[in-house]
């Protein structure tokens, strides 16, 4: 069974910064796409941002220009950098990977991110 382990959410002003981590506890080209989703209360969770694993990434529309995904190989390791945060992009942020093959999904635990002064 993957495991995924996130951090780095927290308790941030607005306008402010924070980066995620998500670690794989085996190799990060075992799967196909790598992600970061949110969900706020009351809401459904929402694709945040995704690479595949030939490279492309995609961004919420609402976190273009923001928000930048990265991914360390060596350290089965991605990251979501979020700058300029808003109201509007707290929740909780869950770390995805979709297994090669299977096409497993696997989820972080999630970690919350609260933007408020």
């Known amino acids: 069974q993957v495991q995924l382990v996130e951090s780095g959410g927290g308790l941030v002003q607005p306008g402010g910064s924070l980066r995620l981590s998500c670690v794989a506890f085996?190799?990060?080209?075992?799967?196909?796409?790598l992600g970061w989703y949110r969900q706020a209360p009351g809401r459904q969770r929402e694709l945040v941002a995704k690479?595949?694993?030939?490279?492309?990434?995609n961004y919420a529309d609402s976190v273009k220009g923001r928000f930048t995904f990265s991914r360390d190989n060596a350290k089965n390791t991605w990251y979501l950098q979020m700058n300029n945060l808003t109201s509007e992009d707290m929740g909780v942020y869950f770390c995805?990977?979709?297994?090669?093959?299977?096409?497993?999904?696997?989820w972080g635990q999630g970690t919350q991110v609260t933007v408020s002064s």
């Open positions: 085996r190799s990060i080209f075992s799967f196909t796409v």
């Open positions: 995805n990977a979709i297994a090669s093959g299977t096409g497993v999904n696997y």
């Open positions: 690479i595949t694993r030939g490279g492309t990434t």
